[in-house]
């Protein structure tokens, strides 16, 4: 009875660990609510820092990866982030996927880009005003580059696409495809400063950390 119930556990550790996403990710993602906690500079620099990986075919496939990306949408344009970006290192999830608004579109849809990451810079370096949701209370003038080559995993086609991006919106792409390679706008800017408005507006909201995360 005692040797089934060990079988019984190390089987159920064995399924924990070998299935699609990590035990860490799948907690995060079942015990999440919308907003999601979004990590922070302050609280979890080491984490912000680390680079992301790629999903593999099994985690392309799994309905996980719709549950994150609805979360994840549901929290860039909740009130107390509405955002124009967002990448799953601020949900904590160290992976490549982004949302990006696509401010380049008719009516700015907001798209997800999955195992994506830029092949080319291009065009003319220009310097423009930043934030960031990880970043709270600040903003930044930050040199970028006017257009880019992205690349990413198109999960309708089944296949890699690449498209060539311009304006505020390769800003963006930059701005979150460099939260997977764990680097902050805050790296690059020219200048940072203390961002009053969004200060006031954001007292409301409560950022804290869950108790189990
Ligand atoms: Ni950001």
Redesign the pocket.
Known sequence: MRNKTIFGLMLLLLCACTGPFTQRERLIIGRSQVPMYVTTVEADSAFLRTPSADFGPAELASPLLDTLISMMMGTLRHPSQD?V???AP?VGISRRIIIVKRYDKSDGPFEVFVNVKIDSLLGAVVCGP??????PGLRGMVPRHEQVVVSYYDRALGKRVSELVDGYTAIIFQ??C??LDGI??TDRADTVFVNEAWLEERAAFDYSKPEWW
């Open positions: 955002g970006g967002i990448a601020q930043e934030g960031c949701l990880s970043v701005h979150e460099d939260h902050l706008y």
